[in-house]
Each structure stands twice: as C-alpha cells, then as structure tokens.
C-alpha cells in the first residue's frame, strides 16, 4: 500500500500542472470567427456603397448573413428576388476573403475579387 502513494502524488502532480498550460480551446477559435465576421461586415460595407449604385451590379442585391454560429457569409442575389439562389456566396477569415458561384465565371469576377481582397484587407472606397 506504500508504493501507491507516490504513484498517486505523481499523477495529481501532472493533473495539477496540465491544468495551468495554455489552452488553444474555444477561446481561439471565437476570436477567428469574430474577425472573420468584422471582414465581412467592412466588405457588406463597401459592397453596399459601391456596388449597389454602379450599373455593373443593378441586377444584384447582397445579403449578409453575420450573425450566424457557422461560416459568417454575403450573398449576392438577384435584386428583389431574396428567395432566389445566390449568384455569389462570399466568405472571409480574418483578413482574406473568396466568392465562389456563378458570377466567378463572368466578367464582373475579375473585379468581385479585386474589390473583396481590398475590403477585406482595410482598404475603403470604390
């Protein structure tokens, strides 16, 4: 019974240091998803102040979706129509961002990407 004892004071010993060590929990991963939604929340910004007055996107509309507990997102949709499939899903991390659907394969994809790798990396303006 003797030769336990040290067993034991060395196993609550570990118990006791592991639970001091950092942790990369949760903790992390709220902060990557609350800058990936502050990202989106300037590229919805700048989206709405410069693509919804120019001709090139006036049969667009955007909708963001920030609020969610999974992948925080913009939908470019057609105007008017809410219900309708996106044309354009946009998703950011903390300071990239990339838009996938089927605006990627027109014209406009060139400047769609241009315009969010901007936004998303501070910049303002059209």
């Not at 709220?30 to 410069?50: E, F, K, M, V």
Request: glycine share 8%.
């Amino acid at each position: 019974m003797k030769s336990i004892w040290p067993a034991l004071a060395l196993v609550a010993t570990g118990f006791a240091l592991s639970a001091c060590a950092p942790s990369s929990g949760p903790g992390a991963g709220l902060d990557g998803h609350a800058a990936s939604i502050s990202t989106l929340q300037r590229i919805n910004t700048q989206a709405h102040a410069c693509w919804l007055k120019d001709s090139d996107f006036k049969e667009y509309g955007i909708i963001p979706e920030l609020d969610t507990t999974s992948t925080p997102r913009l939908l470019v949709i057609p105007r008017g129509k809410p219900q309708s499939l996106p044309k354009a899903v946009i998703v950011a991390s903390a300071s990239d961002a990339q838009f996938y659907g089927p605006l990627s394969s027109t014209p406009l994809a060139s400047r769609i990407n241009g315009d969010i790798s901007r936004w998303a990396s501070g910049a303002v303006g059209c």
